[in-house]
């Protein structure tokens, strides 16, 4: 993950939003690091009812990266 330390920055801030905007910006197609998102979503309390719509369709694939 090329942007970890913006990633880890937002969180330490309280931006719970921003760090999951960058965490899937750099995961691209990569399964593992969707993966390492889901579960950053789900330990931040982050669901797809209650995330902008920008990352509605992302938290939304999350039941299928964690449970192939």
Same mark, same amino acid.
């Given at each position: 993950?090329?942007?970890?330390?913006?990633?880890?920055?937002?969180?330490?801030?309280?931006?719970?939003?921003?760090?999951?905007? =960058?965490?899937? +910006?750099? /995961?691209?197609?990569? @399964?593992?690091? !969707?993966?390492?998102? %889901?579960? &950053?979503?789900?330990?931040?309390? =982050?669901?797809? +009812?209650? /995330?902008?719509?920008? @990352?509605?369709? !992302?938290?939304?694939? %999350?039941? &299928?990266?964690?449970?192939?």
């Amino acid at each position: 993950m090329a942007k970890a330390d913006a990633l880890f920055t937002a969180l330490n801030k309280g931006d719970k939003i921003k760090a999951l905007q =960058i965490c899937f +910006e750099d /995961a691209d197609d990569d @399964l593992e690091e !969707k993966k390492f998102c %889901c579960i &950053l979503a789900q330990k931040v309390g =982050i669901t797809p +009812e209650s /995330a902008p719509e920008e @990352l509605k369709d !992302k938290l939304s694939s %999350c039941p &299928l990266v964690l449970n192939p």
